[in-house]
T-cell receptor
Framework: GQQVMQIPQYQHVQEGEDFTTYCNSSTTLSNIQWYKQRPGGHPVFLIQLVKSGEVKKQKRLTFQFGEAKKNSSLHITATQTTDVGTYFCAGLWAGNMLTFGGGTRLMVKP | SQTIHQWPATLVQPVGSPLSLECTVEGTSNPNLYWYRQAAGRGLQLLFYSVGIGQISSEVPQNLSASRPQDRQFILSSKKLLLSDSGFYLC???????????FGPGTRLTVL
């Protein structure tokens, strides 16, 4: 089946540094969604991107969808300890089910 | 508004014992329902999904099974647990295949 590859698997940053996680698909996506899972919690939907080249912002979080709709990124500016958790992308291809990437676990040192 | 419940929240079971985890959704009709397993520090492994009562699709062959006896009830079962069944079990629902998935609080299962 279709897969989204997410990198990096883990990332340690100092509080205040920026963080980026990337998702890649070998084929064109219909849309991509991003979720956040806090330690001990369950994944929570953050945002959906549908259009080619789309950029959306949520406070310090910036989400991008590539022009070819094959990749996406989540960038966090000036990380805080509250950003700790695992970030998942989930891709949707036409006629298929939403498929989750492996996740990027973010750890922030205060 | 829609809510999703899972129970129990935590479970410790001996190897070879049976398992039954329950998930219920409120506030929506005919949802798609999903069971995922997450090993410690790892990603989400889709185990089963269902688009309607009695309709179950299995993604990974294993000693687990799922059933959907009612529209908004999804049950994960095993006749004999293995050590490798330990993990965090998450139930989720969506309006359709393409829609956002909403996760329940999860059941943390430890098999000893």
């Amino acid at each position: 089946g279709q897969q989204v590859m997410q990198i990096p698997q883990y990332q340690h940053v100092q509080e205040g540094e920026d963080f980026t996680t990337y998702c890649n698909s070998s084929t064109t996506l219909s849309n991509i969604q991003w979720y956040k899972q806090r330690p001990g919690g369950h994944p929570v939907f953050l945002i959906q991107l549908v259009k080619s080249g789309e950029v959306k912002k949520q406070k310090r979080l910036t989400f991008q969808f590539g022009e070819a709709k094959k990749n996406s990124s989540l960038h966090i500016t000036a990380t805080q300890t509250t950003d700790v958790g695992t970030y998942f992308c989930a891709g949707l291809w036409a006629g298929n089910m939403l498929t989750f990437g492996g996740g990027t676990r973010l750890m922030v040192k205060p | 508004s829609q809510t999703i419940h899972q129970w129990p929240a935590t479970l410790v079971q001996p190897v070879g014992s049976p398992l039954s985890l329950e998930c219920t959704v409120e506030g929506t009709s005919n949802p798609n329902l999903y069971w995922y397993r997450q090993a410690a520090g790892r990603g989400l492994q889709l185990l089963f999904y269902s688009v309607g009562i009695g309709q179950i699709s299995s993604e990974v062959p294993q000693n687990l099974s799922a059933s959907r006896p009612q529209d908004r009830q999804f049950i994960l079962s095993s006749k004999k647990l293995l050590l490798s069944d330990s993990g965090f079990y998450l139930c989720a629902w969506s309006s359709d295949d393409a829609d956002t998935q909403y996760f329940g609080p999860g059941t943390r299962l430890t098999v000893l």
